[in-house]
């Protein structure tokens, strides 16, 4: 297998590499979490404080839905906030998510992938360059640029608990 940055065919160059960065780093997450049973997928930790794989993998497809709203220029639709999100509950935490298949919470995660492909083949280089806010309560500011970094940086980030978790079932 061949490792590299290149994008689609229909994507501009910078686009192009940043959309590609976010794919591999959705193909390495589903790698990661390949097999695991529902009770490994529900799994909070040894002492039960830790976000599950389950919330982490919603929490990653939320981030990712909004970042594909923010370069559509459009507000994320109510629908696709009660079925992806929130993004935090009442108590600033990541929501709970419990009993939710491993199966579909990989199918949720790949249509956003898919909404972004589509998303990226309409955005040009030069519309990296546009602002957003964004945030818990869009306190913050950033490029699309960044953004589409951000989304492949967070995944990666969060892959890092996933594998903690797993070191940890499997340890138990």
């Not at 040894?46 to 982490?56: I, R, V």
């Not at 990541?94 to 949720?108: A, I, Q």
């Not at 964004?134 to 970094?149: D, P, V, Y």
Request: aromatic share 8%; hydrophobic share 35%.
């Amino acid at each position: 297998m061949l490792y590299d940055l290149q994008g689609e065919a229909s994507m501009t160059p910078i686009v192009g590499m940043l959309y590609s960065a976010v794919v591999q780093n959705s193909q390495r997450l589903q790698l990661i979490t390949k097999g695991m049973s529902q009770e490994e997928v529900d799994f909070k930790g040894p002492n039960h404080t830790h976000n599950s794989t389950a919330q982490l993998l919603r929490h990653i497809a939320y981030v990712d839905l909004n970042w594909v709203y923010r370069m559509k220029g459009q507000p994320l639709p109510v629908s696709l906030q009660e079925e992806y999100g929130p993004m935090i509950d009442a108590n600033h935490r990541l929501p709970m998510v419990k009993g939710v298949s491993l199966n579909t919470l990989v199918s949720k995660y790949e249509h956003v992938i898919r909404m972004l492909k589509d998303t990226c083949t309409h955005i040009t280089d030069e519309d990296l360059d546009k602002i957003v806010t964004f945030g818990h309560e869009n306190e913050k500011q950033a490029t699309l640029r960044w953004g589409l970094w951000h989304m492949a940086d967070h995944s990666r980030y969060h892959q890092a608990h996933i594998n903690q978790l797993r070191k940890w079932y499997k340890g138990m």
